[in-house]
Each structure stands twice: as structure tokens, then as C-alpha cells.
């Protein structure tokens, strides 16, 4: 099918899709757009996608990421020193979609997003094959200024659902969910982790309940161990802080081996 | 809607802490309604803060500047040193009521470090203490007194190494240990109830100055000027004066170097709407919607955004709202020491600065209230290096 016909919440079902016909886990690459150069993100995205990545995070620098830990401010920092804007970013989306097909989201703060215009971002982001976007300090009961630009243009908006999250208040937000249903693994920033939470299962047992669709587990996954830890709980795993700290180590090549190195220990 | 002030206000916060935030707002209502709360809050506000705080007349600097009176609100003696104090107690009181034994606070000026830490050690609270390492350097006398009272001072060296940074690193503490930990914010900014909160805790000052400018005068003044960095001791001397239509109010922003320069932090002056530290105000920002570093000589103010309420207020045109240089407040400072033997903190210095251009816009009869939010022990250092 073409880039035209699907609506991104349909792209990103695709995705996932896709990786259960192949009875693995999806994998969602998070990378910094502008990290470690402006120059290097394409072959970035695209060592990400060839080593199996189902689905790209395109992050969005800000100043100010305060759901992030030193990995991501880090990578924000040298972006944003880099010039990094959004209109880079939605170039960097329109590249990728229309070299591979490939299903990408953003992942951004609020305010660059609000000051680029929500109206000027469905567009833009329509036009480029964006599927959806991620923004962590944007809580459904805020959200409605970009919801009414983003949903009619079939783009979606993906939550997070964090453990602390009453079951109470999963009912009400599960329901409005697009995309997939993005569950934070810890209470805390996002950042490698040594070892992945003792609840995650239970936790995303309580999504899982309420929604049917995909479930993908993020924060603090940094090894093929936690994606295996994962298989039969979870539909689809993101990577983030760990995938920079693999660009940070070795560049194109460490980013495909560790995507890869996640890829298989997602098979079941 | 809740935690609304016109189209400012609002909790953009990750969905890990919105429960917390919900948790926040239901605790505080209660306590609010509490009669134990309020008498104990009472209590400590008298015993240990100290309040009622004076009111003073001012009589050699109204002269200076040309005004017919200028009136002193002393939030530079309440324990501490600063109007923090009134806030941190509150809040400090609602986290022991909430069982969280484990505080997190930013701090610029460090004034607000220092009455959570006091605040803490009076309550038996553990204190975490976020402070930008350039505000360290250049407050480091209270970086030494929270220390003595016991809390615990984490240096942030991301981004521009100040309020602004620090806010983002308690914010990110709070996020991680949000079971057991409240989040002590300094100022009426950040995420609902904060605003409404911390403006409720201050607003102290604003009462007690209402009645004591009332009993003096048996009038009220006709112009009430503050100081705005988050907006917290402005707020808290403003709301008991919101419904007095004819009470001017006026709040002064720090210019820095000046507007024209872009080193400042007048985010009401010189800003626009935006979202940061969850709420949505006046910002500091670029045109991708970056948020801009700041510049001003009194760490206290040196912030890229203000309370939700002040934007409103602005908005409104209730509240007027100015900026002052460095060097104009520094020469409030100066002026306020050999007039009146009173050497004031920076961040009030910017009001001191204003007053000459009241009495200009509103005319040598006025009647000033000034909300004098803290003394300047704390700044000498910083002042002696700038007079030179
Ligand atoms: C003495 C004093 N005044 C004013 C401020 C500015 O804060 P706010 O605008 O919240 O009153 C500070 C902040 O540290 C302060 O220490």
C-alpha cells in the first residue's frame, strides 16, 4: 500500500503487525535528530531500520526535557547546538518515509510543537508520511490542542502510561488511545537501566486489559536480556537512551548490531 | 476550569506524575479545610517565621524618590531572611501530613533552599536541595546554611546552570521517587495546585499589609509594587488587593543589561505563551520554541518564565508589570541601605528601582506599598564585586 492511502495510526498497526507475523517483538528506535551531527542522522535511521527496527522515534530536541535522563539532555543539548529545529526534523521524516516506506514518529516536548503551531504540524507532518507523535509533558487532559490537529489529518497522538497510573484512570484513558499503548517500565526519567522493574508485567497486564491495541514497553531498556524478559508480556520494546549510548560507542555500525542484538532476542 | 488563569495555568506533566499531582490537590484541600492544619500552619507562621512581619514607614526614602509616602512590607525579617519561608512551611506541613518523609527543592537565590532546609529540620523532613553550580558560585553563603540545617545540596550543571535547570532536575527527582517524595516548589509557577498553592501560602503577606496599611493610613495605598521572579512574593502581596479596583499593582521584572540586549529575564515584558516546567505562561523563548537563558544580577530572578496568575493578571491588565536593570537595582539597593539602614536582597532592589517612576506615572501624593521580599546578606559578595 502507499504512503498515501494509510492514516499513521494505520502505519504504526502495520508495524506492528508485521513483527507478530514474524513472532517477534517490535523494536522503536529512538533517535536524536541532529545527534551526534545533523549530517549523521539519515544513515543513523537507516542502520536502525536495517538492522530490523520496526518503527522510528524522531526526537524532537528542547532546551528543557524534564522527562529525560543525562543520555537524552545530552543528545538534546549537542542538537540543539547543532541548530536542530522541527522543520529539520520533519525533513529529516520525509527523507526516511519516502526512502524505505519506513513508519516514523516524533518524540518532542510540548512547548516547540505549540510554538511551530498544531495546525502547521498536522499538515507538514501529513506531507512528510509522519505517523504520530510522542510528547511527554502533554497528558491527555491537555492534549485536545493538538488532538483536534493531529486526529483529523490521521496522525497519532501516543500516550504513556506510567505504573503509577490508577486502574481507574487507565479506564478512562485506554479508550482514546492511537497508535499503540506506550508504558513507562519505571517511575523515573528515561536513561539505560541495569535491570528492568519487578512490575512491568503486572503493570502492563493492567493496560493490556483495557486496549486492543499493541502494547510496547520503554524507559530504561538497554539490553537483549530485557527484551527477552519482555517476550509474551509485552507486543513491542523502545530503545532509546541505550540506542544513543550505542552511537556514542560506535557510530553506524554499533547502532545496527545493537538494534539487531534486540531484533533476535525478541523471537519467540 | 481548575488550575486555570485565563488561558494560563494547567498541568503538563508526565503521566507518571499526574496521579501525584491529583494526590497533591486532593491533600491540600483537605488540610485547607482542616481547622488542625490552619492553626498549626498559624502557629508555626508566629513562632517560628516570626509574623506578623512589620510594616514600615519609610520616610527618607519616600523623600529620595519623590514619593508623599513609600511603606515597607518586611518580609526581610521574617526567619530565614526571605518571604520563602511563609510558603515552605505550608508546604513542608502538607508533605508531613501526607506521610512523605523525603523533600526535593530547587533553588536560585538559594533562599528557598534554605527555609525548605530550615522548614525540614523543623518538621524532620529529609531535604534534597537542587541549585544550578552558577548560582552556587555566586550565592554561596546559603549554599553553607543549607548544609548547617541539614539538607542536602546537588549541584545541576545542565543547560544554563541556574533556577531554570534546577527546576527540571527536581522535577525529574520527583518523577523518580514520587512514592515517597514531595516535590517543595519555591515559587507560584510549575504545574497546578502549585500555583494556586503557593500563592495561597503567601498571600499572608498581602493580608497582613492590607490591614497594617489600613491601620496607619485608614486607607489603603494607592500603588502595591513587588518584585517578580516566579511571581511568589508579588502574588502573595497582589491577591489581598485583587478586589480594591482602586489599588494600582505593579510588578517589576529584572531587565538585566537591558531589554534591547536580550540578556534579561523579563518574561512579561519582553515574552511569549508558552509551556515550561508544566504550566502553561509568559516564556523566555526563540522562534522554534526554545527556551532562552537568562541574565540577571539577583539569582532570584533569574528565571525565563513567571506564574500563570501573573500572565493572567498582565493579560487582564490588572497588574502592570515593568523591568529594571542591574544597575538600577543596584543603585536601589545602595539607596535603600543609606536611606532607611535597611540593605535589601537584589530581587526587591528591582522595586526599590521603580520607585522613582511611580512617582513619576503616578504622581508625588502616592501612596506606596512596597513588598520588601528579603534582606541581602546573601548578596554582598555579588554587590561588593559589581560597586567595585
Ligand atoms: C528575596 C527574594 N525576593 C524575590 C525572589 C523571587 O521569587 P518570587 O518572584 O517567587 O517572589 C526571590 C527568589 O529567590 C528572593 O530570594
Redesign the pocket.
Known sequence: MSVATLTGSERVARSFARAKDERRLAVIVYLTVGYPDRAATRGLLRAALDAGADILELGVPFSDPLADGATVQRASEVALRNGVTLADCLAEAREIVAERDATALFMGYTNPFLRFGAARLAEQGRACGLSGVIVPDLPTEESAVLDDALAPVGLARIDLYAPTTPDARLDELLPRSRGFAYCVSLTGVTGARQALGTDVAAFVGRVRARTQLPVAVGFGISQPEHVRALRGVADGVVVGSAALDAVGRGGERGLRDFVSSLVVAGRT | MKGRFGEFGGQFLPETLMPAAAELETAYEAAQADPAFRSELARLLRDFVGRPTPLTDARRLSEAVGLERVLLKREDLAHTG???INSAVGQALLAQRMGKHRVVAET??G??GVASAAACALLGLECVVYMGTEDMRRQAPNVFRMKLLGAEVRPVESGTKTLKDAVNEAIRDWVTNVRNTYYLLG??IGPHPYPTMVRDFQSVIGKEAREQSQALLGRLPDVVVA????????IGMFHAFLGDGAVKLRGVEAAGHGIATGEHAASIVAGSAGVLHGTRTLVLQDDDGQIRGTHSVS???DYPGVGPEHAALHASGRAHYVARTDHEALEGFTLLSRMEGIIP?L??AHAIADLRAIAKEHGAESIVLLCL??RGDKDLETVMKELG
Do not use: M, R, T, Y
Open positions: 526571605a518571604h520563602k536560585g537565590a533562599q528557598h515559587s507560584a518584585c517578580v521572579g516566579g511571581g511568589s512574593n508579588a539569582a532570584g530572578l536582597a530581587e526587591p521580599s528579603g
